[in-house]
């Protein structure tokens, strides 16, 4: 080779730069790092430099990412190598050498785009690839548009694998555990995929737009759940999943993403708001944006931007949804994403909600967002990324009318539901429930929040009236209200138990009114769909003037038990109407909560040392449980999943289970265990145990 350079190896110091990169957990064997922070690469040479600062002067190294490269679109950028470097741009710069090797420190900008990159050497006689990369966003990099300056909040929207995801109703918050895997084997492949057929599927060869977190956030989107021909999950709506894996029954993400890879990137059957989430998260996180899971309590879906929602039911209290949909949601998850926005004012950077699960809207992709936290709180609906459907979700009034045998629609009087409540998302560092209503809305009754309303209302009035008419009740008709009625169940029961529901009356209409009262239960989808009527009890009596009157019934659990749906979710009706025929309405909706399956650790558990952990199983039944399977896993705990075959468990009778195991990892570690069964399925547990170093 002349006077040329002669290669002999590269050594591009993966342990050390994946570790500074707070990439090893991606991987110990692929060169994976974060843009605006450098990495370290030795080139070793089989012959001699003698002339250094020469040879120096004519060396370049070169990265190339993206299917078509350029030098214009800066997917294909040359630099040279000195001994200075610059830190906002591609440069390269010499920390060691001596005749038979250089120690080089090569500097990627904080606004290069991500993906998978190729890294040259060029020189006289010498051009040969070095090595391949995988950069990613920085949350570390202050001049990188992701930049978390807090590291607990780093450690837990990038780094932490074990998830906790809420569901529920507004009064009784539950939560079920999930494993994001963003580190998982093959997952930022997948993750790169996915992107590149997202760009495929909207016609979008621009690499360099992969520098934009806005842009990932919206590919990612589309691809969840709105991709008709490769999206990442079907959604189950209503429908049974005997042709799949019914939502409530995944455990974590990587296995949806490895099952989408495997099946050459066809839908995985199914998913649900939740489920569609949790494996942005992953996605988003093993890219290096931050971000995080969030469940709203009574959500407004597909408003099309109207702050005004209405509910129809039948004469006993049924709600009707002809088309299979609903317009109040008990509860929706969508995702929350970290970074600054330089397309829009400096008050709208920080979080951003995005939102995967498909809503009816006049033009572009179905998905929500990326769309500031802040403008969604200040009502601010004129910013783009869908900031009025946002508002509206969690701020709409929906109020009830009764469809009569002759299709006449009726109001119903006192009653008005009110969304967007308790908004929770997993705390940093702690698997406890953070209440974040406040990012959105201020306090309900305040003056701010008043004037919130009152400006986006002036704003969509108008625009909304000349689209479709909006339904108010008259105020004649308001003056007429003299009755009160108030339904009241516990929040949440264990399965098994009878259901009790207490009715209060009260009367000052100024005479003795003969009433009728209709009490039903209905089980509900998570999207508000009703699945069956249940029960339902009609009572005839009569109310003195200034009465009040108490009504208690108990509804046994043979009643509701058999057809309660996957998420547990009982919406009781109270229907009341008087001499006159006014009618009056009050709901409450409730969870059933799975009989308890406890996990119990001893007082230490050390790495590398044999323990056992104890799960037991209480069935509150009257029947056995027949059929008992309990499958277990944990990272750093227990390799791969266990499945345990408990047979059954006699009624009111507690089962253990004793686990064998030995970690792996030090540090917090989850267990998770879920119970399957003929009469339960998909009940899951977890804790978090200490693992000490011996």
């Not at 957990?25 to 922070?37: F, N, Y």
């Not at 009152?454 to 308001?478: F, H, N």
Request: charged content about 20%.
């Amino acid at each position: 080779m002349g006077q040329g350079l002669s290669i002999k190896k590269c050594d591009l110091r993966i342990i050390m730069n994946n570790s500074n990169h707070h990439t090893e957990e991606i991987s110990t064997e692929r060169l994976t790092v974060r843009r605006g922070q450098p990495f370290i690469i030795t080139v070793s040479f089989s012959s001699p430099i003698h002339n250094y600062l020469k040879q120096l002067k004519r060396t370049f190294l070169s990265v190339q990412t993206g299917p078509q490269r350029s030098k214009a679109d800066r997917t294909k950028v040359k630099f040279p190598i000195s001994s200075l470097g610059d830190q906002k741009q591609w440069s390269a710069r010499v920390e060691e050498q001596d005749p038979y090797f250089w120690t080089i420190c090569v500097n990627t900008p904080a606004n290069a785009p991500i993906g998978q990159y190729d890294l040259f050497l060029h020189a006289p006689k010498a051009y040969c690839l070095l090595g391949k990369f995988i950069l990613l966003f920085n949350p570390w990099c202050r001049d990188d548009e992701v930049y978390l300056p807090n590291e607990a909040q780093r450690q837990e929207y990038i780094l932490n694998q074990d998830g906790v995801i809420y569901w529920g109703t507004e009064n009784e918050i539950l939560a079920q555990p999930w494993d994001f895997g963003q580190f998982d084997v093959d997952i930022v492949d997948i993750c790169f995929r996915l992107l590149d057929i997202g760009e495929r599927y909207q016609r979008d060869k621009d690499h360099t737009q992969r520098k934009n977190p806005i842009y990932i956030c919206r590919t990612v989107a589309a691809m969840m759940n709105c991709n008709l021909a490769r999206r990442i999950l079907i959604e189950s709506g209503t429908r049974e999943c005997y042709d799949g894996t019914p939502p409530s029954k995944w455990l974590g993400s990587s296995s949806i993403l490895q099952q989408w890879a495997t099946l050459q990137c066809q839908p995985v059957r199914y998913g649900q708001c939740s489920v569609f989430a949790a494996v942005m998260c992953s996605v988003l996180r093993c890219l290096g944006i931050p971000t995080r899971v969030v469940t709203g309590f009574t959500w407004a879906h597909n408003t099309n931007s109207n702050p005004n929602v209405n509910e129809h039911y039948d004469e006993d209290g049924t709600l009707l949804t002809p088309d299979k949909s609903a317009r109040v949601w008990t509860f929706h998850v969508w995702n929350e994403c970290w970074m600054s926005r330089k397309d829009l004012l400096p008050e709208y950077s920080g979080w951003q909600a995005l939102d995967a699960t498909c809503q009816k809207k006049s033009k572009g992709p179905s998905f929500c967002g990326p769309a500031p936290v802040q403008a969604i709180k200040e009502g601010d609906t004129e910013v783009d990324y869908d900031v009025c459907y946002f508002f509206a979700a969690m701020n709409a009034k929906c109020k009830v009318w009764i469809h009569k045998d002759d299709d006449i629609l009726k109001p119903t009087f006192i009653y008005t539901k009110y969304t967007g409540n308790n908004i929770s998302t997993k705390s940093v560092g702690s698997e406890r429930c953070e209440d974040i209503t406040h990012n959105y809305k201020y306090p309900e009754g305040s003056l701010q929040e008043k004037k919130v309303l009152d400006k986006v209302y002036r704003k969509t009035l108008q625009t909304i009236s000349s689209r479709r008419k909006i339904i108010s009740i008259p105020t004649a008709i308001e003056e007429q209200v003299n009755l009160f009625i108030h339904l009241q169940s516990k929040s949440s029961l264990i399965l098994g138990q009878d259901i009790p529901l207490s009715t209060e009356m009260f009367n000052y209409s100024g005479r003795e009114k003969a009433i009728n009262l209709v009490l039903g239960i209905q089980s509900l989808h998570y999207n508000g769909v009703p699945i069956m009527q249940l029960w339902k009890e009609k009572f005839n009596f009569t109310i003195r003037n200034n009465e009040v009157k108490t009504l208690q019934v108990f509804v046994p659990h043979s009643r509701y038990g058999k057809e309660l749906g996957k998420n547990r979710l009982l919406r009781l009706t109270a229907m009341l109407r008087d001499e006159d025929s006014y009618t009056y309405f009050a709901q409450e909706e409730i969870s059933i909560c799975d009989p308890p399956l406890t996990i119990e650790f001893p007082e230490s558990v050390l790495l590398y040392q044999p323990s056992t952990v104890k799960i037991s199983l209480l069935n509150p039944l009257t029947e056995p449980l027949e059929k008992c399977v309990i499958v277990v896993g944990g990272r750093g705990l227990i390799y791969r999943q266990r499945k345990y075959r408990l047979g059954s468990v006699q009624p009111k009778s507690t089962q253990d289970l004793q686990i064998s195991f030995t970690p792996t990892e030090a540090g917090p570690r989850r267990l998770t265990a879920q119970l399957t069964c003929l009469q339960i399925q998909n009940l899951k547990s977890y804790k978090t145990i200490n693992v000490a170093v011996a």
